[in-house]
């Protein structure tokens, strides 16, 4: 269960570029997306069902970590702690250089800066969220993003704590079973937490030349915040495909037993016809019992895709 709860937190890794409420050192200085004045796009015979579904049918995010397998790239990770009063007391800088030869997975480390308080004297991690960050973004070739089960939520008592926090992070808006207090509060398109949300719709440019439509999920001023797992969700479309090239989202929860306040983005670019991750930004604190309070930001970005 505190694996659950550990990983399920760290999973609400956030999109720090559209969110300034944690008041620390901002890692992300990569504007990508601008979006013009909330207008109405009717004209386009678009509504908010259209933009639901497509959320709940994309399984594009979790192909586009698979897809990375098919090329060579250069990751630059720049990852941050925190102390209590939100002082830098720990960075980690990696520059990557991905290779597939022969269908072999090599990794060339070109640079490679640690500095402060960031682990253990068994040598492992100060915190259990930069352990969840190499889990899910330090190995994209690891056998998580292989062809398996589709990532349904529902897999009950015989799936593991990282198959939910891969739901939980891939395909937002789903119910993923299993998480106390916050499972169905997670559905955030079901009948009954419909209610609780705004959805507003406006247009705007993506790498000041792709056309997009940003579908903003955003809860009601009237709603108590611990009603809502999701405060906020933003998903970017290509105008022109209505593919999902990004996403953020804001998520914040306290009880007796956990809290944590979390912004996460991710960004998808178009590579050979295929999307590929070319951006993500966390940054949060979590919290559960007998275990240090957690606060860390990164910025990931991968550039110069090629097949080998």
């Known amino acids: 269960m505190k694996k659950l709860l550990l990983a399920f937190s760290f999973l609400l890794l956030a999109f720090s570029s559209f969110s300034q409420q944690i008041k620390r050192f901002n890692p992300d200085t990569i504007r990508t997306i601008v979006i013009d004045s909330a207008v109405n796009i009717r004209s386009h015979h678009l509504n908010a069902q259209d933009f639901i579904d497509a959320v709940l049918a994309d399984t594009g995010f979790y192909k586009a970590f698979r897809n990375m397998k ?47 308080n960031l682990y253990k004297s068994n040598g492992k991690y100060q915190l259990y969220t930069v352990e969840m960050f190499d889990y899910i973004f330090g190995n994209a070739y690891n056998s998580d993003f292989a062809e398996g089960p589709s990532l ?26 299993g998480i106390p207090f916050i499972s169905s509060k997670s559905e ?26 940003r579908f903003r999920v955003v809860r009601k001023p009237s709603i108590a915040d611990n009603d809502v797992v999701i405060k906020e969700m933003n998903t970017i479309f290509d105008a022109r495909t209505f593919k999902i090239l990004g996403r953020y989202v804001d998520m914040k929860y306290s009880n007796w037993i956990f809290s944590f306040d979390v ?24 919290d559960v019992p007998l275990h240090k309070t957690e606060r860390a930001s990164f910025l990931i970005v991968h550039k110069d895709y090629k097949k080998e």
């Open 152 to 177: 349904d939520g529902k897999g009950g008592k015989n799936e593991s704590y990282k198959d939910k926090l891969k739901t939980l992070i891939f395909r937002p808006g789903h119910k993923v079973t």
């Open 188 to 213: 955030i398109f079901s009948k009954d937490m419909q209610e609780y949300y705004f959805y507003q719709f406006a247009r705007g440019k993506y790498l000041d030349t792709i056309p997009v439509y």
């Open 70 to 116: 098919k090329y060579s790239f250069i990751a630059e990770n720049r990852i941050y702690t925190y102390n209590k009063n939100n002082k830098v007391d720990g960075k980690i800088y990696r520059k990557i250089k991905h290779s597939d030869i022969g269908g072999k997975h090599i990794t060339e480390y070109l640079v490679k800066k640690d500095s402060g």
């Open 263 to 286: 912004q996460m983005n991710i960004e998808l670019g178009e590579f050979d016809g295929e999307l590929l991750p070319t951006k993500i930004t966390y940054q949060g604190n979590w």
